[in-house]
């Protein structure tokens, strides 16, 4: 049976119970039971419970009323009347008295009922939040890692395409009066870029940043600007500047922050291009 006829006849274990169903319900009902150990548990449980509702509950008196009906209905007989007419007399004199016990009963198992499944429905509610989360914060991490994947592979892609260019120059820098041990080294292409990379040079202070330039016949044309790690070193990769200049050499700089547009501080590496 599918999982929502499950549900749903399950809801109708505390009806079935106290005798609530009509007679195609309780059918249908039985039938679903047979198979269903969840639900033949969940019988045997109301059931335990229906049988204690009447002794929870705590002793009514009958009404003044219901006393002189059944003298009215008892005058209209015989005298002689037997203990079977009696009972027939009880029973019409006090037509709503099990019902009414039936109806408390089936709202107190309905009740106990739908608390049980509202928890329920909370505990797995609960659950499925926490592998929500779960699955949000692996996909995050995944987008993470692929994004870093793409940003290595363009690089990778930048650094071949240099490499492999037909026109590649390879440019040497020498360290410059103020960084006498720095070293660089360029490997330079009009069609496809800039590899650089530098050794050994000081740390910047603060508020400043190094700025490496392309030498042309005229003006130097900036070539980005980047920060040495710790021991000194530093790489850059770079598309060619449109219009690509005819280069005639390198140079690197110690500029303010975010960079210039022409050379302003000292030169600490500089090289000729072949």
């Known amino acids: 049976m599918a999982d929502v006829d499950h549900e749903s006849l399950r809801d109708t274990a505390a009806l079935y119970v106290v005798g609530a169903l009509d007679a195609r319900e309780r059918a249908a009902f039985e039938t679903h039971v047979r198979d269903c150990a969840s639900c033949a548990a969940e ?9 204690a509702v009447p002794l929870a509950a705590p002793q009514v008196d009958p009404p003044p009323a219901l006393r002189g009906r059944v003298l009215a209905i008892a005058g209209e007989r015989s005298p002689r009347a037997g203990a079977s007419d009696l009972r027939t007399l009880i029973a019409a004199a006090s037509p709503r008295v099990i019902p009414s016990w039936l109806s408390l009963a089936a709202l107190l198992l309905v009740s106990v009922a739908l608390g049980a499944y509202a928890i329920a429905l909370r505990q797995r509610l609960g659950g499925l939040e926490a592998q929500l989360n779960d699955t949000i914060a692996r996909l995050n991490r995944t987008e993470q890692e692929l994004i870093t994947a793409t ?30 041990q720095a070293a660089g080294r360029a490997f330079l292409s009009r069609s496809s870029g800039l590899l650089f990379a530098a050794y050994n040079l000081p740390p910047l202070p603060a508020g400043r940043t190094y700025q490496l330039w392309y030498l042309t016949g ?22 060619p500047p449109a219009p690509a200049p005819a280069v005639t050499g390198l140079a690197v ?19 000729q291009a072949p």
Not at 43 to 51: D, E, F, T
């Open 151 to 180: 940003r290595t592979a363009a690089g990778v892609q930048a650094r071949l395409a240099v490499l492999t260019a037909p026109d590649l120059q390879q440019v040497t820098l020498a360290g410059q009066a103020p960084a006498p």
């Open 43 to 51: 019988i045997q449980s109301l059931g335990a419970a229906a049988q």
């Open 218 to 239: 005229s003006a130097p044309v900036s070539a980005g600007i980047f920060k040495p790690d710790d021991a000194g070193r530093a790489a850059v990769t770079q598309q």
């Open 253 to 271: 700089s110690i500029e303010p922050e975010g960079g210039v547009p022409a050379p302003t501080g000292a030169i600490y590496l500089a090289g």
